[in-house]
């Protein structure tokens, strides 16, 4: 059993690290982003309401995320672990989390805010969940599925500033509360994707 969160400012590589740990471990990757953004293809109410909140940065408000988090656990994939992406992103959802699961490792992927810029506007993504660099690949369908990569509108500049501020007052006080738990490892998202992944693996495995 092997329950992560992965936390790290937008761009700090917590998609790209949830794909390999998926395919490493078995256990599925859960996106809270990933499924707004496929609400808002399917445009569905909660797509709706989610966008209005996602086009400016913002956090969707927790009762919304939570509800989803708490179903999605419960399906029977999870029996065997999970790596939750991009949950929880404040202290109120921490403390609900605390009451449906416990975690064995808060993965904190650091990194530079002045590298973040660049990551998001290079960055094409699929429905899938996969994201590339179009530094390293040009491709436009994904390897992963072949459906179409494309931008997300939250990675312009503008919003990125946004999506950063409020990372920094709404979920860096989450660092501590995991800190006070003695589950926080802390990896070093500078380096490449690669890099950042044996460190990872070198935490689950206990060396
Ligand atoms: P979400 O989708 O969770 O976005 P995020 O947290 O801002 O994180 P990103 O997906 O932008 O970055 P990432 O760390 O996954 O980086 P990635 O691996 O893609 O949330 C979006 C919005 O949804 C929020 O703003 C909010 O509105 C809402 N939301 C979601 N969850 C919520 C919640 N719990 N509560 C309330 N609202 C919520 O990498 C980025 C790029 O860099 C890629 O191109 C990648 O190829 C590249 N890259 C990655 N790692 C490296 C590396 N080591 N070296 C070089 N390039 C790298």
Redesign the pocket.
């Known amino acids: 059993m092997i329950r992560i969160i992965l936390l790290?400012a937008?761009?700090?590589?917590?998609?790209?690290?949830a794909s390999l740990i998926k395919d490493k471990y078995g256990i599925p990757h859960i996106?809270?982003?990933?499924v707004?953004r496929q609400n808002i293809a399917d445009k569905t109410e909660l797509g709706k309401y989610?966008q209005s909140?996602?086009d400016i940065?913002?956090?969707?408000p927790?009762d919304v995320?939570i509800d989803i988090v708490a179903e999605r656990l419960q399906k029977e994939d999870c029996k065997g672990g999970f790596i939750l992406?991009?949950?929880?992103?404040?202290i109120s959802?921490a403390q609900s989390l605390d009451k449906i699961t416990a975690i064995d490792y808060v993965i904190n992927?650091q990194v530079d805010f002045s590298l973040v810029i660049d990551?998001?506007a290079?960055?094409?993504a699929c429905n899938c969940g996969e994201?590339?660099?179009t530094s390293?690949y040009q491709g436009v369908f994904c390897k992963r599925c072949g459906g179409l990569l494309y931008q997300r509108e939250?990675d312009k500049e503008l919003t990125v500033k946004n999506?950063l501020a409020v990372y920094e007052k709404q979920t860096t006080p989450l660092i501590e509360y995991y800190k006070s738990q003695n589950i926080l490892f802390n990896v070093d998202?500078n380096?490449?994707?690669e890099k950042?992944f044996e460190e990872v693996q070198r935490l689950i495995s206990g060396n």
Do not use: C, W
């Open positions: 790290g937008p761009g700090a590589g917590k998609g790209s690290q996106s809270t982003g990933d707004f989610a909140f996602m940065g913002e956090l969707v927790d995320v992406d991009g949950f929880p992103r404040t959802q992927i990551r998001l290079g960055r094409r994201v590339y660099h390293l939250d999506r998202g380096s490449n994707v950042t």
